[in-house]
């Protein structure tokens, strides 16, 4: 006789994948990040690729009205200052903004993107007041893939167990200061914007 151990997670991150690449027998993915928070019990998980504004807008609805209990939303893509690339469509940061206008609160938007956060705290913080986001989480610099892979790790788990936004920024910066200032780690509120200092050098990608 077998049993079967319901596992319970602490939250559920809700995560809309762009493409990556124009081969498309390119496998590049950020779902061995998720599959190893989720066989460690630390966070269920959704993941659907979003290569269009339309399958982008799809999927985010079903987020704000359907998967209210995924309160990380994880928006794995090529980025830049202010923006994000699903494929050949893309979308600033005033439009996902507008997308997500009231439909935040409680919950945490992750940009795991390239330079989205490169932004002034006055419109960060906008934007978090916006979507009433309680931090808004991603980069100031271009990221490379393995090191952002390692950080994501230890920042979705934080994120997961509810650490206070705050805390999480301060924990992160002490315990992992290389690899968050190599990445330009940004943590912002409606009322504050944490910006780690930016490594003068880069490591070797």
């Not at 079967?4 to 995560?15: K, L, Y």
């Not at 807008?57 to 704000?64: N, R, S």
């Not at 206008?101 to 409680?106: M, N, R, T, V």
């Not at 206070?164 to 509120?189: P, Y």
Request: glycine share 8%; proline share 3%; net charge neutral.
């Amino acid at each position: 006789m077998s049993i079967t151990v319901e596992r319970e997670f602490p939250a559920g991150i809700f995560c809309l994948e762009g493409e990556w690449e124009d081969d498309l027998s390119d496998r590049l993915s950020v779902r061995p990040v998720l599959d190893l928070l989720r066989s460690l019990g630390v966070a269920t998980y959704i993941h659907r690729d979003a290569v269009t504004i339309g399958d982008f807008e799809h999927y985010l609805g079903k987020w704000i009205d359907e998967y209210t209990e995924y309160k990380i939303l994880y928006l794995a893509m090529h980025g830049g200052s202010g923006a994000v690339a699903l494929g050949k469509d893309s979308l600033s940061l005033d439009e996902l903004g507008y997308m997500l206008q009231g439909a935040c609160k409680g919950r945490v938007v992750y940009f795991g993107s390239c330079s989205t956060l490169k932004l002034e705290p006055a419109e960060l913080q906008e934007f978090a007041r916006m979507t009433g986001a309680r931090a808004v989480i991603g980069y100031r610099r271009s990221v490379p893939w393995l090191e952002t892979a390692a950080f994501e790790v230890l920042l979705l788990d934080r994120l997961a167990r509810g650490i206070r936004s705050d805390a999480i920024f301060n924990r992160l910066v002490n315990e992992h200061e290389n690899l968050a200032r190599t990445l330009g780690l940004v943590v912002a509120t409606r009322s504050k914007v944490h910006k780690v200092p930016l490594r003068r050098s880069r490591p070797k990608e």
